[in-house]
């Protein structure tokens, strides 16, 4: 019984603890997020979509070029508030591009090591971003193999996996905090229809689904949240079925979006519709729209906006007005010799002149015709 009594503990020197770098990176991610949070949100017009408004939130825009920017920023913020990134720490991600991108930015302004390891499929182009920030790349031969590697490089480095497919649900603050959803809402204010009818997006992680849908719940908005999943992806087939063990043995042909197993931060209860898109539609989709801008848009803003379409279809058909709101993920200026590539497409079998023709005779007349291949 003695053995069980409790002593009071003897008086004695008290740690002191250091947290000026961490307050010092929290002051230079936030003036990040003060800078470029507010996306501008396009209103482009077609005159076959009667009584329905297009809205595009311009996530490529921000400093590092995609909507990843922001899952960036918060990926930093989770690890330095959970104590797991200070001063010198050895930063590790699995990444398609567009996320390592935005890491290897904040590691540079945080004077931090950063490695991203990604499929070799990788585009150069992104390839010499991640460099030109300062990180390293680590290639792998197949999709499905990042997470193990990437967990491995920071076990042997003893770094922190930063790992954006398990956190960025839960290093995103979905009530509001100046959050995409936020600022799409807010800027809708003022417009025809200020509450869409729909929010339409892709998935990579999940995070930004999970975010938005979360939002409309918390603030009882009307609005649904519609999913628009690429071939080779699990996501569609685990919505349909409940399946959380789908895997898929290829890695999507649309960078950034589309995974082959279910992401942690996939969230299917707060997603309202999905719906599969062939890569020939996402990428006659990306040439439609980045005609229409003026400027490039890339493969996953493709699959958005294909998505978009199908919906706003339904709406003509129900003869219903509103307005829809999807995302310009990055720039098309990435994929110059890739999905920009007459050779590329045909090399990879992709012929996208079908669902250009179906895309322009809706988006001018508002006549929808599947394309039959």
Known sequence: ???NIVTCPELGPLPVVDREWAHD????????????ADTHLVKPTFSGLQGISVYLKDESTHPTGSLKHRLARSLFLYGICNGRISQGTNLVEASSGSTAVSEAYFAQ????????VMPRSTSAAKISAIERFGGRCHFVERAADVYDVAAAVAAETGGHYLDQFTNAERATDWRGNNNIAESIFNQMQGESHPVPDWVVMSAGTGGTSATIGRYIRYKSLRTQLCVVDVEHSAFY???KTGNVDVTRPQ???????GRPRV????????????????DAASLAAMHVLSDRLFRKVGGSTGTNFFGLCFIAANMLRDKR??????LICDSGDRYSATYFNRAWLKEHGLNIDPYREMLERFLDTGDYRCVNQ
């Open 25 to 36: 990176a929290i002051k230079l991610l936030e003036g990040d997020g003060r800078r470029s």
């Open 263 to 278: 992401e942690p931060s996939f969230i299917p209860s707060v997603i309202d519709h999905m719906i599969r898109i062939p």
């Open 1 to 3: 019984m003695a053995d």
């Open 237 to 239: 087939e685990s919505y």
């Open 251 to 257: 890695g999507s042909r649309i960078e950034g979006i």
């Open 321 to 326: 007005q509103g307005s829809l709101v999807s």
């Open 109 to 116: 302004i945080l004077g931090l090591p950063f490695i991203a």
